[in-house]
């Protein structure tokens, strides 16, 4: 079964700033996506970024970007320009790329930024 | 347009009632998922519909949980005999056919058992 794992439950940075979460993931297949979900109080998930394993780009939406480190089953997202509104909780998420197309998330990241 | 909607927003049930969560997927969308959000278990997926069919059920946790689709659209998690454990936020998410990958949530139901 695949497993995402993301080892920092808080961060902090300071409007402006860059910062970047981490995530690695386990997994057997060589096809499959990445995702970057984020979780405001709200409880509304929204996609921050996706990857395909099988493009050598890495992704970028605007201030956000990942580092896509296949060998190694590391997805990294940096967000740069830290603002306000993007403090929330961010997961990590794995989905195969046939078959039951559930996500595995991560336990998540939780983002503030300080003015 | 609109986007995926759950009903209620919040639930407080006693110990052994049964509830009902709903949830409205984006139009056209073929694919529908729930999901659990606990504090100790994170993101857990529980099943997952394509059309009025369930080819995965794996995460469903107990025989009090079941969940139907109707009409390849709107679907109904129920639980039966809610137990404390069950206190989580319920989300729903739902997909086109193409492309398969992007998944778009609701706001979620969170269920609290007293």
């Known amino acids: 079964a695949q497993t995402v794992t993301q080892s920092q439950p808080e961060m902090s940075v300071q409007e402006a700033e860059t910062v970047t979460l981490s995530c690695t993931y386990d997994t057997s297949e060589s096809d499959y996506y990445l995702f970057w979900y984020k979780q405001p109080p709200s409880r509304q998930m929204i996609l921050v970024i996706r990857?395909?394993?099988?493009?050598?780009q890495n992704a970028t939406e605007n201030r956000f970007s990942v580092n896509f480190q296949k060998a190694a089953k590391s997805f990294s997202l940096k967000i740069s320009d830290s603002q306000l509104g993007d403090a929330a909780m961010y997961f990590c998420a794995y989905r195969n790329w046939g078959g039951s197309e559930k996500l595995v998330f991560g336990k998540g990241t939780k983002l503030t930024v300080n003015p | 347009g609109a986007g995926v909607s759950q009903s209620p927003s919040n639930k407080v049930t006693e110990k052994g009632k049964d509830v009902e969560l709903r949830c409205d997927p984006i139009?056209?969308?073929?694919?529908l998922y729930w999901y659990r959000q606990s504090l100790g278990q994170g993101l857990e997926f529980l099943i997952y519909f394509q059309g009025n069919s369930a080819p995965d059920k794996s995460g469903l946790p107990s025989d009090r949980f079941s969940a139907e689709r109707t009409g390849g659209s709107v679907s109904t998690l129920t639980i039966q005999r809610t137990q404390q454990e069950d206190s989580a936020v319920y989300l729903c998410a739902s997909s086109s056919d193409r492309p398969l990958y992007e998944q778009y949530f609701g706001p979620g139901t969170r269920l609290t058992v007293t």
């Open positions: 990857q395909e394993a099988y493009k050598q």
């Open positions: 139009s056209g969308h073929t694919a």
